[in-house]
């Protein structure tokens, strides 16, 4: 019984033995299942982090296989960034050039030009290229720099439409000043032009000329039409003394008649509100010398001619004035005015025979056939020799109150007044 009961009890063993087997092979397999289910999903665990399953410490995915394809493009190299950075450089350092360029060019464009006032005729050629047109402009004298020139119309007036044609220039035009004119239609332009007091019309004919308003000879031509000049309302047959010294702006290529208008035209309205102010000094000097308001002109146009200082003007006034009127002044009411005889020398055709100096000469003040010769004819002489300022016409309706009959320059403009020939010799001696 005991050994039956044994071997049952061993058999029996043996079967359990045989079942814990079977079970242990299953256990192995759900291992192996359950660990290569991990490994598909990603795992779940950390680093180091230990299998739950097998109890072995499982590795890292990599970030690669544990993440989805990022949408960032990838970073670029270093070579190819130092290359973007080399051409940013140069970018901006040619954009630091350019604006240099511009800014030196702005103040350039600024500078005067190289020439004066004296205006000239430039012809813009249709079609012409800017090349051709600024080495015209260097030859006219009209540009510092031809090279600055082109690269200022390329860079700063790109779009600046010359306009072709004739135009009126003067020589001391800016360049920016130039292109702004050259840009706009020809036209006949217009000419600025000051007239100094003392300036006769020879004179002004030479600088309206200069300037580009009329022809000089025409000019001279229009001033003594006697006939024109009568129907412009002036009591003489000359402009000579209206031609009024101020600043004009005149239109460029106009008739030398329609110049002479204009300039009579601002004599006379000048004129008009002076004796309208001055009436009572008018009257005293028709009263006490028998002048009128042509004597007025030409006497105050000899003055311009005399002083050459705005002061003494009222004196030098004082001085014609008294030779006119003072009975023992010899020779008896002559003005003795050097500019006069020189004025004659310049106007009066055929020219008397001592006109053959610029300046008065002992000849030509003895020259009886000169009739401005003020030397050889009392009292006033034909016309005015000048264009009077306000000052010198006011000089003579308000001279200085003294007794001086002579004065004698002393240099600087200057001069030395005497109330007798002993003194004036005197100054005469002493003047340089």
Known sequence: MALDAGGRRATTGARALGQGAKGSDRQRRGRHLAAELARQAGGAGGAGEKDRVSGRKRRRPSRSASRPPSARPARPSVKKTQGRLRVAAAGLGLAAALASLSLLLFGWSFLRGPGDSKAQRFEVLAGESTGSLVARLTEAGLTHSPRLLATYLRV???????????????????????????????????????????????????????????????????????????????????????????????????????????????????????????????????????????????LASIIEKEAAKADEKPLIASVFLNRLADPTFRPLHMLQSDPTAAYGCLVQSPAPPSCTAGRPTPAMLRDASNRYNTYRHAGLPPGPISSPGLAAILAVLSPAQTDYLYFVAQGGGRHRFSRTFSEHRGAIEQSP
Do not use: M, W
């Not at 000043?177 to 032009?193: D, I, K, N, Q, Y």
């Open 156 to 298: 700063l007036a790109p779009s600046a439409e010359l306009s072709p044609g004739r135009h009126v220039l003067p020589g001391d035009l800016s360049s920016r000043e130039l292109v702004r004119r050259l840009a706009r239609a020809p036209g006949r332009g217009t000419a600025h032009v000051v007239i100094p007091e003392g300036f006769n019309h020879v004179q002004l004919s030479e600088r309206l000329h200069q300037l580009g308003v009329c022809d000089a000879e025409g000019f001279r031509s229009a001033t003594r039409d006697a006939p024109e000049i009568r129907k412009l309302g002036l009591p003489a047959d000359s402009a000579e003394g209206y031609l009024y010294p101020a600043t004009y702006e005149l239109i460029a290529d106009s008739a030398p008649s329609a110049v002479v208008g204009v300039l009579v035209g601002e004599a006379q309205r000048r004129l008009a509100s002076l004796v309208a102010e001055r009436s009572a000094e008018l009257a005293r000097r028709r009263a006490e010398h028998g002048l009128d308001t042509h004597d007025v002109i030409t």
